[in-house]
């Protein structure tokens, strides 16, 4: 079978979504490769930085790892910002979804917050709030989440740091995205 013979879902027969099942069975195993291609496209996106958001991304997990962070944190580190490019308005809650069925909830948490946590550097250039953050003192993973925005995001922007390249990122993305969906244990 090349493909199926529906063209409504419930119409499909168990030996076609047998067929379906094994192929995104491969498509799933391929996504570590289309998640660096998208971290590679980060080269070319939003201008007017001294570095691209790709140098941006890999200085930020370059800090973490840095930093004695957890591979999870450090892989979170390297994709926060993947959603620039499709999702420039809700980046964070965009690049959480992608990690969530592989990383604990906390790492999860932290990427979709960021962005409204990055807010406390610079939005008071833009006459917004800076304290909108501070909503969420008293959750469980406030401070991992300053800790991250001040530690590996914020500070990411320096041309001369010495930054690892994506070769050195691959193992722990596959090893990261190899893991069974949803395996890890609530929080």
Aim: proline residues 6%; aromatic residues 12%; negative net charge.
């Amino acid at each position: 079978m090349d493909t199926v013979a529906f063209t409504q879902m419930k119409d499909g027969t168990r030996e076609e979504y047998v067929f379906l099942q094994k192929l995104e069975h491969d498509y799933i195993r391929a996504l570590p490769e289309r998640l660096l291609l998208a971290l590679e496209r980060l080269g070319g996106s939003l201008q007017g930085y001294k570095i691209s958001r790709l140098e941006h991304s890999l200085q930020s997990a370059t800090r973490a790892e840095d930093d004695g962070a957890d591979i999870e944190m450090v892989v979170a580190a390297l994709l926060h910002d993947l959603g620039d490019e499709l999702a420039p308005e809700n980046h964070s809650q965009f690049a959480a979804s992608i990690l969530r069925p592989f990383v604990r909830p906390e790492v999860t948490w932290v990427v979709e917050m960021h962005g409204l946590f990055q807010m406390q550097y610079y939005a008071h250039h833009y006459d917004k709030d800076v304290q909108g953050h501070l909503a969420y003192k008293d959750h469980r993973w406030f401070e991992s989440c300053q800790r991250f925005c001040e530690r590996y995001d914020q500070a990411a922007f320096d041309p001369a740091y010495p930054t690892k390249p994506p070769s050195h990122f691959e193992p722990m993305l596959r090893e990261v995205f190899s893991r069974p969906a949803f395996a890890h244990p609530a929080q």
